[in-house]
T-cell receptor
Framework: KQEVTQIPAALSVPEGENLVLNCSFT??????LQWFRQDPGKGLTSLLL?????REQTSGRLNASLDKSSGRSTLYIAASQPGDSATYLC???????????FGKGTTLSVSS | DTAVSQTPKYLVTQMGNDKSIKCEQN?????MYWYKQDSKKFLKIMFS???????INETVPNRFSPKSPDKAHLNLHINSLELGDSAVYFC????????????FGQGTRLTVV
């Protein structure tokens, strides 16, 4: 059974710092991996999608990497801003593509 | 235009009642989902529908019945509500059974009293 773990559970950094959020999964037979952002009381916003054949994806200050064989992904946030404060969720799509399996998230707080 | 919209946003109801949550997507996607986020903020799949057909029913009590009248809609009906059903329910959609990114609605916070 696929399990997704995110470390750390919470992270506080000063504005301007570069940071890395970690995600690991137990079954490497995934279709793709998606990073989301969730603001308090809001829905999920898709940040990046990495297909299983890809190694990384970039969007603005965000860079996500995928090492499928070792069951790991990282989300790199450059030059963090207070507006980046949110919970970041990692989710893997099972090989049939029928469901996302989520980690419990990393809650990020960026102070000005 | 909202891509995935759910109604209502908040729902407070008494134990034993029956309620429905509606979901609509205007993205032209073939696949729709219901996810449940519990009090510890953990998100878990409940149902997956592809082209109006049920693909996954992830050990959800049969008091929960999804209905897909067409590809753009996936409604969730809940019978005989229990206290433990209190959670945030998210509808989502994607193209081609998850090959592309999933888009989520804003969630429905259900409180059973």
């Amino acid at each position: 059974k696929q399990e997704v773990t995110q470390i750390p559970a919470a992270l506080s950094v000063p504005e301007g710092e570069n940071l890395v959020l970690n995600c690991s999964f137990t079954d490497s037979a995934i279709y793709n991996l998606q990073w989301f952002r969730q603001d308090p009381g809001k829905g999920l916003t898709s940040l990046l999608l990495i297909q299983s054949s890809q190694r990384e994806q970039t969007s603005g200050r965000l860079n996500a990497s995928l090492d499928k064989s070792s069951g790991r992904s990282t989300l790199y946030i450059a030059a963090s801003q207070p507006g980046d404060s949110a919970t970041y969720l990692c989710a893997v799509n099972n090989q049939a593509g029928t469901a996302l399996i989520f980690g419990k998230g990393t809650t990020l707080s960026v102070s000005s | 235009d909202t891509a995935v919209s759910q109604t209502p946003k908040y729902l407070v109801t008494q134990m034993g009642n029956d309620k429905s949550i509606k979901c609509e997507q205007n993205l032209g996607h073939d696949t729709m989902y219901w996810y449940k986020q519990d009090s510890k903020k953990f998100l878990k799949i409940m149902f997956s529908y592809n082209n109006k057909e049920l693909i996954i029913n992830e050990t959800v009590p049969n008091r929960f019945s999804p209905k897909s009248p067409d590809k753009a809609h996936l409604n969730l009906h809940i019978n005989s509500l229990e206290l433990g059903d209190s959670a945030v329910y998210f509808c989502a959609s994607s193209q081609d059974l998850g090959r592309r990114e999933a888009f989520f609605g804003q969630g429905t916070r259900l409180t059973v009293v």
